[in-house]
């Protein structure tokens, strides 16, 4: 799989919006860009995919950059329990579901 | 609808033993995969069962094995325990094995070897 870059960690204010990168210069074509998340003693969480097209659901949106090789994933208005490690992943159409984490982004929240 | 299932949620077991772990899915779910998280390794994946057979296994050693039964249940069998095993594991079910394909995750068994 393809291999993405992410910052450490972030701190965000509550109620304001955050803005996680994550870079994946590597992509291929058929790759899909996952997005994960972790809260404390909890397995991960899936929040929002996509392939060429911004994304937006209920958690989160996904803007991804017209080359492809970076996306951002964006909470609108931060809270307390969205402290969690957000991790970006590729997955190959076929890849089955061997996801690859790497070391994903520690988002904090501060009141 | 009830989501993963894994148990025991938490163990505690001595080098040189063996473990097995299990993991129920999501109803009408086929895939089941495996993953190991260590505060020094990260999140690494296992294997993956799709449909009772082995689709993809990670670089662990044959000590790791796992097999899925015919109502998509899975276990994971650690024999000959080692410190290192020490971690959480994973379980992850989806429907099938697209890219597009969204993996729900449980809460995790905690293993601890002492």
């Known amino acids: 799989d393809a291999k993405t870059t992410q910052p450490n960690s972030m701190e965000s204010n509550e109620e304001e919006p955050v803005h996680l990168p994550c870079n994946h210069s590597?992509?291929?074509?058929?790759?899909?860009i996952h997005w994960y998340r972790q809260l404390p003693s909890q397995g991960p969480e899936y929040v929002i995919h996509?392939?060429?097209s911004n994304v937006n659901n209920r958690m989160a949106s996904l803007a991804i950059a017209e080359d492809r090789k970076s996306s951002t994933l964006i909470l609108h208005r931060a809270t307390l329990r969205d402290a969690a490690v957000y991790y970006c992943i590729l997955r190959g159409y076929n890849a089955g579901n061997m996801l690859t984490f790497g070391g994903g982004t520690r988002l904090m929240v501060k009141p | 609808k009830a989501g993963v299932t894994q148990t025991p949620r938490y163990l505690i077991k001595t080098r040189g033993q063996q473990v097995t772990l299990s993991c129920s899915p999501i109803s009408g779910h086929r895939s089941v995969s495996w993953y190991q998280q260590t505060p020094g390794q990260g999140l690494q994946f296992l294997f993956e069962?799709?449909?009772?057979?082995?689709?993809n296994k990670g670089n662990f050693p044959g000590r790791f094995s796992g097999r899925q039964f015919s109502n998509s249940r899975s276990e994971m069998n650690v024999s000959t325990l080692e410190l290192g095993d020490s971690a959480l594991y994973l379980c992850?079910?989806?429907?099938?094995?697209?890219?597009?394909?969204?993996?729900?995750f449980g809460a995790g068994s905690r293993l601890t070897v002492l």
């Open positions: 992850a079910s989806s429907l099938e094995v697209a890219g597009a394909n969204v993996l729900t």
């Open positions: 996509g392939l060429t």
């Open positions: 590597t992509i291929s074509g058929t790759d899909y």
């Open positions: 069962y799709f449909s009772e057979t082995q689709r």
